[in-house]
């Protein structure tokens, strides 16, 4: 399905795909910046409801993909157990920035909404200014770990404030980008 409108806005949002595969270079400030100024611009229906808690400390990021293998480990879904038990599995790819996005569960509105256009607007900022990101669930299992209360406070995430969803931001090491047309069957028109 292609449209006729070919500005920058629209080919960032085609071509931004999945990064699994991180430079070891952390990211400039700059670039941390102003992704985060378009988390920060993202639609919410209350303003408060979300909270973003960057890390790029190397020894934290592996504690939380130690304590998401961990509970992973113990889950009733048998393809999240092999992962958790798989020593090469590192669950954030080795970037080197994470950014977890919270929620107030004191909010009087949905706050997993607010969160996903937070987070949305945190991916297509990446890839308009040529860093890869993924968005991944897997690593917000660290807080049912053993680990996770204290695994919060040392994050501070505000209290009332629920992980909902998480970036990868790095480098990428490939440069390949592959934009498939998509269904357009998943579309209704009724005019």
């Not at 988390?39 to 934290?60: C, D, M």
């Not at 980008?177 to 998943?186: A, F, I, R, T, Y």
Request: a negative charge.
């Amino acid at each position: 399905m292609q449209t006729g409108f070919n500005n920058e806005t629209l080919k960032n949002i085609k071509q931004r795909r999945s990064t699994r595969s991180f430079k070891d270079e952390q990211i400039k400030d700059e670039e941390l910046q102003a992704v985060l100024e378009a988390g920060l611009y993202a639609p919410y229906a209350w303003e408060y409801s979300r909270h973003f808690t960057v890390i790029q400390n190397k020894e934290l990021l592996g504690r939380l993909n130690i304590a998401a293998k961990e509970a992973a480990r113990q889950m009733a879904l048998e393809h999240l157990r092999e992962l958790g038990s798989n020593e090469c599995f590192n669950c954030l790819y080795n970037a080197p920035t994470l950014i977890i996005v919270s929620g107030d569960e004191k909010a009087p509105v949905p706050i997993e909404a607010d969160c996903a256009a937070a987070t949305q607007n945190l991916l297509i900022a990446a890839e308009s200014i040529g860093l890869g990101s993924c968005w991944i669930f897997f690593v917000l299992l660290a807080f049912n770990s053993p680990q996770g209360t204290e695994l919060l406070k040392e994050l501070k995430i505000p209290d009332d404030y629920k992980p909902c969803y998480s970036v990868l931001l790095g480098y990428k090491n490939t440069a390949t980008v592959n934009m498939p047309e998509k269904n357009p069957d998943l579309i209704t028109y009724i005019k």
